[in-house]
T-cell receptor, first 113, second 117 residues
Framework: DAGITQSPRHKVTETGTPVTLRCHQTENHRYMYWYRQDPGHGLRLIHYSYGVKDTDKGEVSDGYSVSRSKTEDFLLTLESATSSQTSVYFC????????????FGEGSRLTVL | AQKVTQAQTEISVVEKEDVTLDCVYETRDTTYYLFWYKQPPSGELVFLIRRNSFDEQNEISGRYSWNFQKSTSSFNFTITASQVVDSAVYFCALSERSGGSNYKLTFGKGTLLTVNP
């Protein structure tokens, strides 16, 4: 158990509404990531954070913003949700060491109508 | 640029058969890491194994084994005597250093393995 909690786990919203997903970790790991998973695409990196207030873009960052004001929380925001953002979102942490493996939360299923 | 290819989109086998999941990767780095993750029907992502680019020894863990060959840029995963509980989507992933102490993990598109009783 990597101590990662995602909330909400399920959400249905309408196009144009803002949505925030929260990732909470209990072990003070420096690196945190947001991925989305879609059929036929595997997992794709949206944004990541390498410390408090330090974030960077991944390969599919358009339409998403992130914030990390505390080590334990990494927020993913869709300012104006679109149907193309219907997906399963996974938060991940990288534990100590320089080998790069990630440990994932349970995922948040977002449906944008 | 890095790329991970899992050519097998879906595989279906009968219980007790052996099955190999293929993974081919592309990278220009000399130091990198390869991973396999399992995603069962319940949806969570489970880390299975990590190999680094300097260690080509094959690894066996129970019914699971991994064959890493740098010469062919492949990191294949074999399940021996498959069981229904092995049914899942399996992802291969490649990690390279992307500045400082950060690593960028890129996933293949996954292989759906169905083991029928």
């Amino acid at each position: 158990d990597a101590g990662i909690t995602q909330s909400p786990r399920h959400k249905v919203t309408e196009t144009g509404t803002p949505v925030t997903l929260r990732c909470h970790q209990t072990e003070n790991h420096r690196y945190m990531y947001w991925y989305r998973q879609d059929p036929g695409h595997g997992l794709r990196l949206i944004h990541y954070s390498y410390g408090v207030k330090d974030t960077d873009k991944g390969e599919v960052s358009d339409g998403y913003s992130v914030s990390r004001s505390k080590t334990e929380d990494f927020l993913l925001t869709l300012e104006s949700a679109t149907s193309s953002q219907t997906s399963v979102y996974f938060c991940a942490i990288r534990t100590s060491g320089n080998t790069g493996e990630l440990f994932f939360g349970e995922g948040s299923r977002l449906t944008v109508l | 640029a890095q790329k991970v290819t899992q050519a097998q989109t879906e595989i279906s086998v009968v219980e007790k058969e052996d099955v190999t999941l293929d993974c081919v990767y592309e990278t220009r780095d000399t130091t990198y890491y390869l991973f396999w993750y399992k995603q069962p029907p319940s949806g969570e992502l489970v880390f299975l194994i990590r190999r680094n680019s300097f260690d080509e020894q094959n690894e066996i863990s129970g019914r699971y084994s991994w064959n890493f060959q740098k010469s062919t840029s492949s990191f294949n995963f074999t399940i021996t005597a498959s069981q229904v509980v092995d049914s899942a989507v399996y992802f291969c992933a490649l990690s390279e250093r992307s500045g400082g102490s950060n690593y960028k993990l890129t996933f293949g598109k996954g292989t759906l393995l169905t083991v029928n009783p």
